[in-house]
T-cell receptor, first 114, second 112 residues
Framework: DAGVIQSPRHEVTEMGQEVTLRCKPI?????LFWYRQTMMRGLELLIY????????DSGMPEDRFSAKMPNASFSTLKIQPSEPRDSAVYFC????????????FGSGTRLTVV | GQQLNQSPQSMFIQEGEDVSMNCTSS?????WLWYKQDPGEGPVLLIA?????ELTSNGRLTAQFGITRKDSFLNISASIPSDVGIYFC????????????FGSGTQLTVLP
């Protein structure tokens, strides 16, 4: 089991550029979550999907953020245009409906917007 | 915003000492979880608690689900250098779907 795979691991971009973060959940997991981690705000849930359908996107900070899950094995989080305050570590996590709690997290993407 | 109060924020201890950290909330939780995050990695689940009063151990780790369902603690006995990291509590609020609420984390440093 390769776990939850995120790419890239690090991203440095200039303000105003579009950023796309990618996630491959564990095969067979039905729920996928995008989190953002900063020193000031800790781990914040941005959006989560069940069976590829967005269920709750109330954590998405602004319209500049969007997320998609076109199929069960792939999700993207896009920021357009990016701003310096978007700098953070973005985590993807997945979970099986059949299992008790305990999301499996990816290793994260460290985003720096300069 | 955050609905879990986790303390302490950071701890510096000597190798071999025991450690205790806790989370409290004004809300009732169905489930409490404890995660550890190593530098540059995502959080990894350590212990899951599903019933009020439940006490669960995982090696040198012991966690309890408070009777009021509003708190939980994690104890680490005989700490070792690899215990260094950030420990997060997380819980599922009653009435919420599958999403978890995370505490702000406890940064643990173990001194040799």
């Amino acid at each position: 089991d390769a776990g939850v795979i995120q790419s890239p691991r690090h991203e440095v971009t200039e303000m105003g550029q579009e950023v796309t973060l990618r996630c491959k959940p564990i095969s067979g997991h039905n729920s996928l979550f995008w989190y953002r981690q900063t020193m000031m705000r800790g781990l914040e849930l941005l959006i989560y999907f069940n069976n590829n359908v967005p269920i709750d996107d109330s954590g998405m900070p602004e319209d500049r953020f969007s997320a998609k899950m076109p199929n069960a094995s792939f999700s993207t989080l896009k920021i357009q245009p990016s701003e310096p305050r978007d700098s953070a570590v973005y985590f993807c996590a997945s979970k099986s409906h059949a299992a008790d709690y305990g999301y499996t997290f990816g290793s994260g993407t460290r985003l720096t917007v300069v | 915003g955050q609905q879990l109060n986790q303390s302490p924020q950071s701890m510096f201890i000597q190798e071999g000492e025991d450690v205790s950290m806790n989370c409290t909330s004004s809300s009732i939780f169905n489930t409490w979880l404890w995660y550890k995050q190593d530098p540059g990695e995502g959080p990894v689940l350590l212990i899951a608690l599903y019933k009020a009063g439940e006490l669960t151990s995982n090696g040198r780790l012991t966690a309890q689900f408070g009777i009021t369902r509003k708190d939980s603690f994690l104890n680490i006995s005989a700490s070792i250098p690899s215990d260094v990291g950030i420990y997060f509590c997380a819980g599922q609020l009653i009435g919420s779907a599958r999403q978890l609420t995370f505490g702000s984390g406890t940064q643990l440093t173990v001194l040799p």
